[in-house]
């Protein structure tokens, strides 16, 4: 999962199901990164919300992930759109899919697309997408 969320050592903390705002939806994964790189207290320097869908992704499904990288900007992060990771997880992207990511004009970390595949019950396979 590091090549998804980055350094476990920086993994704060996470969380599952996460309300969102009043539309009694839930983010599926947030996750906190926090680290003391340049500094000598930990510094959090970023957010990363993740949606996952159980079989291929739609255009709807960034438009979801985006409207909740929005508020945990807002919420959570005082603003700060750069310090949000949007993340979503699928077994399939069509090329609509694939667009619609590249061309989200939320900040400069892009939408990172992981494809996955479950090859039995313990081992499942992730793969980045569009990179």
Same mark, same amino acid.
């Given at each position: 999962m590091e090549n998804i969320f980055g350094p476990n050592e920086d993994i704060e903390r996470y969380a599952?199901?996460?309300?969102?705002? =009043?539309?009694?939806?839930?983010?599926?994964?947030?996750?906190?990164?926090?680290?003391?790189?340049?500094?000598?207290?930990?510094?959090?320097?970023?957010?990363?919300?993740?949606?996952? %869908? %159980?079989? %291929?992704?739609?255009?709807k499904d960034i438009s979801?992930?985006?409207?909740?990288s929005i508020w945990v900007s807002g919420r959570l992060a005082e603003g700060e759109a750069e310090m949000i990771q949007p993340i979503l997880i699928a077994q399939d992207f069509s090329r609509e899919v694939i667009k619609k990511a590249k061309t989200a004009d939320f900040n400069n970390r892009n939408i990172v697309l992981v494809k996955y595949k479950a090859m039995?019950?313990? %081992? =499942?396979?992730?793969?980045?997408v569009g990179e």
């Open positions: 599952n199901n996460v309300p969102y705002h =009043i539309t009694q939806k839930n983010i599926d994964l947030l996750v906190f990164h926090k680290n003391f790189r340049y500094t000598t207290t930990p510094l959090r320097y970023k957010y990363s919300v993740a949606e996952l %869908k %159980k079989d %291929k992704a739609t255009p979801q992930l985006l409207r909740y039995n019950e313990e %081992k =499942i396979i992730f793969e980045n």
